[in-house]
Structure formats: C-alpha cells, structure tokens
C-alpha cells in the first residue's frame, strides 16, 4: 500500500511527485514544474519545462522575459496530462488569472494542491472549483479566525465616497502589480466608475496583458502623462512599493489607500502610513479556509505556509487529520515585497 507522501512530498525546493518526476510551484530552477499561478514566490524563471494554464504561461512571459523556460506546455482546466506515473489536472483556484490547484492522480489516490485560493467572486478570474480528493493541501495565509474580509463592494465604494467628498485630491491606491491591482479596477467599473483610472508605469504591462487575455478595465492611462489638475478627483493606482516614495508628489493630495486582506490589522495600515485601509484579499478568509475544509472533508489536510497552526488545531478539532509542511519561500501575497504586503515592516516604518 503507497503511502501519500509516496505521491507527493515535501522537499526543500518545493512539493515533489516521485511517480511523475515533477515539482509543483518549485522554489529553485528544476527539470520540470507544474506552476499554479504567476505569482512571483511560485512563478519562478529557469525550469527545464513548465506545465501551467496558458494565462500563467502568459504572466510568465511577461515578468521574465519569453525565454524563461524551453519548454511550456498550456494546459486547460480539467485537461488530463499524462507525466510519468501520475496524471496532472489543474482546476480554477479563483486566486488571479489562470490560476489553478494542480490535482494529481497516482496508485488510485488524489492530491489536490490548491497553490493559494479563495472562493468569493472575483471579475478578473474563474471561480474555484472544488475537487474531492484524498488529501487537499491548503494555504494558511489568514489563518486565523480575527481574519475574515468584508463584502468588497462595501470596501471599494469607501474610494469613490472619498473622491466624492474631496474633489480636488485624489486616492491614491496601493494595490499588488499582479491580480490585485486588477480586480481592484474591475470592481470600480462594476460600481459604476467609468471614468478614465490612472496607472503608475510598474502596473502598465500587466494591466495590459489582462486586457489583451479578455478581461474589462476600462479607460486606463499612464499617471505620468497627465497634470495635476487632471488627476484631481480621480483615482491612480500603484504598486505598494511606490505608495510614499518621491513618484506620489506629484499628485494632487493623495489619499492614501491600501488593498490587503492585512489591512484589517489597524496598526499595520497605521504603521504603512495608509489613510484609507480597504481589506480586499485575494486569499482565503478564516471562514473560506475552514469552509473548503469541512466541503471537502479529505483524509488528510496538508498546510503549506502561512498560519499554519491555527488551521491544523482547527482541523484537529473538527475530526480532521491536518498536519504544517512548513514550506520555505512562499511570501503571503505573492512575493511583491517584505512582509508579504510591500509595506515597510514595523521596525523599518
Ligand atoms: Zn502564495
Ligand atoms: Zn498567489
């Protein structure tokens, strides 16, 4: 009898399948990887080949250059692909675009490695699908239970209120270069803002290949070509990294807001400078997490990184049999910059 960690198991550059011969999201160069999603802490440059949705294979190109790997193969959710022993799958994750857990079939057990997920809408992406599985491996970004996100309706029209009430500033919006940034302007334009949204140059080309793969953003222009006057009332985006650096005096009396599940920690969004906090993650809430676990219900649960140990005494408590992988190299949103959420960390602020 094969045990699971016969099928997959953790190794120091990542979760390996002996019976295919592959690694799933690898943290060093290796001879074949299944990728889950873009992400840059899970997307890396230099394997030998890389099976992955076409929209990851795309983002990939786009950060790293199209050489960075000889040989892709696109795979379609729900596509079964033959890899030695075992037969990969990947199904939506509803993380960013193309993003998927990677199932994995060998000796008539099922592994469902979810890469990062979460399950409310999100225009921008197809929705999780869950997969019954024998072992599900989770992410524990927020886990614990003082994590649950608000409607993100209600945290998007906190912006537009603002521009309402302060016509002559702007709001200017830190949200991370890949997925998040997106969903955000979708969600403006979901609520009615259809007036033209201004980007920092480090978003430009990302915004432009989800437009280019079939997702609506609307009216997008460069900051840097416009006045002041013309940003008045009007909303601009960019990366963290560029929320109080010398590129933001150029705007008409920025509002400061910040897109992260984070920001529903009060001293965090104080910390980071961050006037207006809009708790919108593209990771699962305590209340997604333990939901999925309990829809599920697999033999076993396996937790990659993030708050483990409060997802495994959970599991525990609810007859679930969960244990931490402790996996090195996974940041919490997706390798943008030092504490997961590109803000300075705390002693730095
Ligand atoms: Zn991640
Ligand atoms: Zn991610």
């Avoid at 120091?12 to 001879?31: M, N, V």
């Avoid at 696109?74 to 692909?81: Q, T, V």
């Avoid at 978003?203 to 437009?211: D, R, V």
């Amino acid at each position: 009898m094969t045990s699971f960690t016969d099928i997959l198991c953790p190794t120091p550059q990542g979760l390996y399948c002996p019976p295919g011969d592959f690694f799933i999201d690898p943290t060093r160069p290796s001879p074949r990887a299944v990728v889950t999603h873009g992400h840059s802490d899970h997307a890396r440059a230099g394997h030998g080949s890389v099976l992955a949705t076409a929209e990851t294979l795309a983002i990939m190109g786009a950060r790293y250059g199209e050489a960075f790997t000889p040989a892709r193969q696109a795979a379609r959710y729900g596509e079964k692909h033959r890899i030695g022993d075992a037969t990969v799958w990947l199904s939506p994750a509803g993380h960013v675009l193309g993003s998927a857990q990677a199932v994995i079939e060998a000796h008539g057990r099922r592994i469902v490695v979810s890469g990062d997920y979460k399950r409310r809408p999100d225009p921008t992406c197809a929705p999780f699908e869950p997969v019954p599985c024998d072992v599900f491996v989770t992410e524990a970004t927020f886990g614990l239970p003082v994590f649950r996100h608000p409607d993100d309706g209600k945290e998007v029209a906190k912006v537009l209120h603002t521009l309402e009430l302060f016509p002559e500033r702007c709001v200017l919006v830190g949200a991370y270069a890949l997925g998040k940034a997106q969903r955000i302007i979708a969600l403006f334009r979901r609520a009615g803002h259809d007036a033209p949204i201004y980007l920092h140059g480090a978003l430009e080309k990302l915004c432009g290949l989800y437009t280019s793969l079939g997702v609506e953003l609307g009216d997008l222009r460069l900051a840097k070509d416009a006045d002041k006057v013309e940003l008045m009332g009007r909303i601009v985006m960019a990366p963290p990294s560029a929320l109080g650096d010398r590129w933001s005096r150029r705007l008409p009396e920025p509002v400061t807001a910040f897109a992260s599940g984070w920001m529903r920690v009060r001293a965090r969004a104080r910390q980071g400078g961050i006037e207006l906090p809009l708790v919108i993650s593209d990771h699962a809430d305590w209340d997604e997490l333990t939901a999925t676990l309990t829809e599920l219900s697999p033999q076993e649960v396996w937790v990659t990184h993030g708050r483990e140990d409060a997802l495994v005494h959970w599991a525990g408590l609810n007859g679930l049999k969960a244990k931490p992988l402790h996996l090195a190299g996974y940041d919490e949103e997706g390798g943008e910059g030092p504490e997961g959420d590109g803000l300075k960390p705390p002693e730095a602020a």
